[in-house]
């Protein structure tokens, strides 16, 4: 690329409200680093963006539908023609569903296209049991993927994926988080939460089906002196606060709205523990590596998580948590009493936690992200 004077102009595309996509924000701040012009494109959603502001320029999509087909359909057409009618240097697709117009434009314009796989979208379980929505979307990824020259994913299994289905071999950015060592933990009185209770999180922006969170809340209803916090978004929700209406149990458990990183960790700091309970019912779940599980370890708590491998790998490594064969309550259960009466257990693998957030912070990853795109502008 020749671009000796000019700032380049990098445009991230992402179906969801930008306020809260953690990796796009940090992959954004970092390209920016480099001397670049960021402009960041996703949805409007209500309060979210009437309250909540990034620190780039931002295009956010008003849209008629928010979800299926049509949502999909209209928001991939506008995207096309906005990156048609502005000029960008680089256009980065953050998973498959804003892949297709982004590649259409880098042809047309002839410029760089970088692919970010948040997850191995064509695996996620809302696919599940919708042969044509998935077919559609395979349709997509198997036409474009091939060709593509800059691919990024989140883990070394769902890389793997892609290079035995399509022989390319896509770089692993984890969602690694930044250190939070400057953010102070809420007070538990603030937070509504008794002083000696072992207090749990439960955070993320897909608190969704088959994440465990059902399962959470009977094992905090069939657990003394616990408190749970749930702090985010997701399809579950309503149920999870349906539950914990029904079974009295708003003295124990508490609900936060999706948050600013900073506000989040302030909540997340403040918790004994976190939980991370993904089951294994999809591929995309099998081989993920949440945001939360690294928000966790920067905030220096113990993990209590089920047996998925890339999740497994980094709780043995560096022993910060503790693994439970199966996502059930009384497993969770047992793993709650198992911190809550073992205080020199908990301080051990919190004391683990900051030892592990100083190896594993985006601050040492965002390395890769910086040689991609010195690499990208070089060309």
């Given at each position: 690329?020749?671009?000796?004077?000019?700032?380049?102009?990098?445009?991230?595309?992402?179906?969801?409200?930008?306020?809260?996509?953690?990796?796009?924000?940090?992959?954004?701040?970092?390209?920016?680093?480099?001397?670049?012009?960021?402009?960041?494109?996703?949805?409007?959603?209500?309060?979210?963006?009437?309250?909540?502001?990034?620190?780039?320029?931002?295009?956010?999509?008003?849209?008629?539908?928010?979800?299926?087909?049509?949502?999909?359909?209209?928001?991939?057409?506008?995207?096309?023609?906005?990156?048609?009618?502005?000029?960008?240097?680089?256009?980065?697709?953050?998973?498959?569903?804003?892949?297709?117009?982004?590649?259409?434009?880098?042809?047309?314009?002839?410029?760089?296209?970088?692919?970010?796989?948040?997850?191995?979208?064509?695996?996620?379980?809302?696919?599940?049991?919708?042969?044509?929505?998935?077919?559609?979307?395979?349709?997509?990824?198997?036409?474009?993927?091939?060709v593509l020259k800059h691919?990024?994913?989140?883990?070394?299994?769902?890389?793997?994926?892609?290079?035995?289905?399509?022989?390319?071999?896509?770089?692993?950015?984890?969602?690694?988080?930044?250190?939070?060592?400057?953010?102070?933990?809420?007070?538990?009185?603030?937070?509504?939460?008794?002083?000696?209770?072992?207090?749990?999180?439960?955070?993320?922006?897909?608190?969704?089906?088959?994440?465990?969170?059902?399962?959470?809340?009977?094992?905090?209803?069939?657990?003394?002196?616990?408190?749970?916090?749930?702090?985010?978004?997701?399809?579950?929700?309503?149920?999870?606060?349906?539950?914990?209406?029904?079974?009295?149990?708003?003295?124990?458990?508490?609900?936060?709205?999706?948050?600013?990183?900073?506000d989040l960790m302030k909540?997340?700091?403040?918790?004994?523990?976190?939980?991370?309970?993904?089951?294994?019912?999809?591929?995309?779940?099998?081989?993920?590596?949440?945001?939360?599980?690294?928000?966790?370890?920067?905030?220096?708590?113990?993990?209590?998580?089920?047996?998925?491998?890339?999740?497994?790998?980094?709780?043995?490594?560096?022993?910060?948590?503790?693994?439970?064969?199966?996502?059930?309550?009384?497993?969770?259960?047992?793993?709650?009493?198992?911190?809550?009466?073992?205080?020199?257990?908990?301080?051990?693998?919190?004391?683990?936690?900051?030892?592990?957030?100083?190896?594993?912070?985006?601050?040492?990853?965002?390395?890769?992200?910086?040689?991609?795109?010195?690499?990208?502008?070089?060309?």
């Amino acid at each position: 690329m020749t671009h000796s004077t000019a700032r380049i102009n990098v445009a991230f595309s992402v179906t969801n409200c930008i306020c809260f996509d953690q990796r796009v924000l940090k992959m954004a701040e970092t390209v920016s680093s480099l001397g670049c012009e960021i402009t960041i494109i996703g949805r409007k959603r209500g309060e979210c963006c009437q309250k909540n502001s990034v620190p780039f320029s931002a295009k956010r999509f008003r849209m008629l539908f928010n979800r299926g087909f049509l949502f999909y359909k209209f928001f991939n057409i506008r995207l096309f023609f906005y990156l048609l009618f502005n000029r960008f240097d680089i256009l980065v697709a953050n998973d498959l569903d804003t892949l297709l117009p982004n590649y259409l434009i880098s042809r047309l314009r002839k410029v760089p296209l970088v692919y970010d796989s948040h997850e191995y979208f064509t695996g996620v379980p809302e696919l599940n049991g919708r042969p044509f929505v998935k077919w559609v979307w395979k349709s997509v990824e198997r036409t474009i993927l091939p060709v593509l020259k800059h691919i990024i994913t989140v883990s070394d299994s769902i890389a793997k994926l892609y290079q035995d289905e399509y022989g390319l071999l896509p770089v692993v950015i984890r969602n690694l988080s930044p250190s939070s060592q400057r953010i102070s933990a809420s007070g538990r009185r603030e937070l509504g939460i008794k002083d000696d209770n072992l207090m749990l999180i439960l955070q993320g922006g897909g608190i969704n089906i088959d994440k465990g969170a059902e399962e959470l809340i009977e094992a905090v209803r069939l657990t003394e002196n616990v408190s749970l916090m749930i702090a985010g978004s997701g399809d579950v929700l309503p149920e999870l606060k349906s539950m914990v209406y029904e079974n009295d149990l708003s003295d124990k458990i508490r609900f936060f709205p999706a948050l600013p990183w900073d506000d989040l960790m302030k909540i997340t700091k403040s918790a004994d523990a976190g939980l991370c309970l993904e089951k294994d019912t999809n591929i995309n779940y099998r081989f993920s590596l949440p945001n939360k599980l690294f928000d966790y370890i920067s905030a220096g708590i113990p993990v209590i998580t089920g047996s998925l491998p890339e999740i497994t790998k980094i709780v043995e490594s560096y022993n910060c948590g503790i693994r439970i064969p199966e996502i059930t309550p009384d497993e969770i259960s047992k793993a709650i009493i198992k911190l809550r009466d073992n205080p020199e257990l908990l301080s051990k693998l919190k004391q683990n936690s900051v030892s592990a957030s100083e190896t594993l912070n985006w601050k040492n990853e965002q390395e890769k992200v910086i040689s991609l795109y010195r690499k990208i502008l070089k060309e």
